[in-house]
């Protein structure tokens, strides 16, 4: 069975803090990994990552995948209030997106 | 503007009474699901379609209905709505003709059976 699994659960920083966030995941046949970030309710979408070792970049957040360790992490550096969500990781299966693979998400909290 | 629409946001109903939420997608995308998102659960696939007419079961199908007659919409049905499936819904969709694509998100239905 398909399987993602993300950690912490929850995380409690204070703005300016850097976070690593992490995917770990067991999938046959793997396609590609999204994160998304979902505040109020749709999430949104972050990173798509489909080899090892290329770092995807969007102004403080960063994620990597490696492929042969089945894992992916999410960076956010000199991290804000507007920060604070629920990150979600989600693995494709070889066949598609339209059979995405969650994790139960991350918890993030910025303290100012 | 490239947009998943739910509807409705909220609903409130009572055991037993059947209910439809709407999906609809302006992408031409082939790909749609349903997702619902529980505390502690995650995001759990429902039912996904692949394109007009081809629907299929994905993890917890039990309890809902699903139809894919035309490409742009892709309602959600609960023939007799118990509180187990009081939870948030989420429809997306995506592109089968790019190779790797993200999914798109609807607003989420919050969804009370009492």
């Known amino acids: 069975e398909d399987k993602v699994v993300q950690s912490p659960l929850s995380l409690v920083v204070h703005e300016g803090d850097t976070v690593t966030l992490n995917c770990s995941y067991e999938v046959t046949n793997f396609r590609s990994l999204l994160w998304y970030k979902q505040e109020k309710k749709a999430p949104t979408f972050l990173f798509m990552l489909?080899?090892?070792?290329i770092e995807k970049k969007s102004g403080r957040l960063s994620s990597i995948l490696d492929k042969k360790e089945l894992f992916s992490i999410l960076n956010i550096t000199a991290t804000q209030t507007g920060d604070s969500a629920i990150y979600l990781c989600a693995v494709v299966p070889q066949g598609g997106s339209e059979k995405l693979v969650f994790g139960k998400g991350t918890k993030l909290t910025v303290n100012p | 503007e490239a947009q998943v629409t739910q509807n409705p946001r909220y609903l409130i109903t009572v055991t037993g009474k059947k209910l439809t939420v709407t999906c609809s997608q302006n992408?031409?995308?082939?790909?749609m699901s349903w997702y619902r998102q529980d505390p502690g659960l995650g995001l759990r696939q429902i039912y996904y379609?692949?394109?007009?007419?081809?629907?299929d079961k994905g993890d917890v199908p039990e309890g809902y209905k699903v139809s894919r007659k035309e490409k742009r919409n892709f309602p959600l049905i609960l023939e007799s709505p118990s509180p187990n499936q009081t939870s948030l819904y989420f429809c997306?969709?995506?592109?089968?003709?790019?190779?790797?694509?993200?999914?798109?998100f609807g607003q989420g239905t919050r969804l009370t059976v009492v």
């Open positions: 992408m031409n995308h082939e790909y």
């Open positions: 489909t080899s090892s070792g």
């Open positions: 379609s692949m394109n007009v007419e081809v629907t």
């Open positions: 997306a969709s995506s592109s089968r003709r790019q190779s790797n694509t993200e999914a798109f």
